[in-house]
């Protein structure tokens, strides 16, 4: 299995303060951004899927990161499971045949800024070569620009980890005014 991985889902991993996007489903925040995103790692390594990171999303995500985090560029260099993905010859000929049915069809790119539209494609693009099935993303230009030929994984659909299988026992405790002696 091949994924790959935006910005918008990336940040959490860098950053624990990033601010959670909205819920489509509640209109709230989305809780436990962090642990999801943690808990999709572990499950995606566990069936040995390939993470790739398109660096015009890495570029994204560093720029909000600490001196660039050169830890986090560590880890997911040395990471056999991730694939820094370069917008390299193959990348730039999707992104232009992207573009030319976009300009064919008479349509605009469904992003609000030519540069933020570009860096989506490229994204996608990139994503696409790299025979990734999936892109984690909640961005809504990139779910537009890949509707059809991806699915698209918005964070809030992404399960949070399993609770421990040992559950507290619903018993008070000396310090909630229980008693732990019998009489």
């Known amino acids: 299995m091949i994924v790959a991985f935006d910005a918008s889902i990336l940040i959490y991993v860098i ?3 990033a601010k959670p996007p909205t819920d489509p489903a509640t209109g709230n925040p989305v809780d436990r951004c962090r642990e ?3 808990h999709l790692l572990e499950s995606l390594q566990q069936q ?5 990171i398109p660096t015009p999303a890495l570029a994204e995500v560093l ?9 986090f560029l560590r880890i997911l260099s040395s990471s056999k ?8 010859e193959r990348a730039a000929v999707e992104f232009a045949a992207r573009q030319a049915e976009r300009i064919a069809a008479n349509e605009r790119a469904p992003a609000a800024t030519r ?13 696409s070569v790299e025979g990734a099935t999936t892109i984690y993303s909640d961005d809504e230009d990139i779910a537009k620009l890949a509707e059809g030929r991806f699915g698209v ?7 949070l980890p399993p609770e421990s299988a040992q559950g507290k026992l619903p018993f008070d405790t ?6 732990n002696t019998r009489a």
């Open 48 to 52: 040995n899927a390939k993470i790739v």
């Open 36 to 38: 999801r995103v943690t």
């Open 63 to 71: 720029v909000r990161a600490a001196k660039g985090d050169p830890e």
């Open 15 to 17: 950053d624990e303060q």
């Open 81 to 88: 499971h991730f694939r820094i993905a370069p917008f390299d």
């Open 174 to 179: 000396e310090e909630q005014g229980g008693s």
């Open 115 to 127: 540069t933020k539209a570009k860096f989506d494609d490229q994204i996608v693009a990139i994503a």
């Open 153 to 159: 994984v918005q964070i809030a659909a992404i399960p």
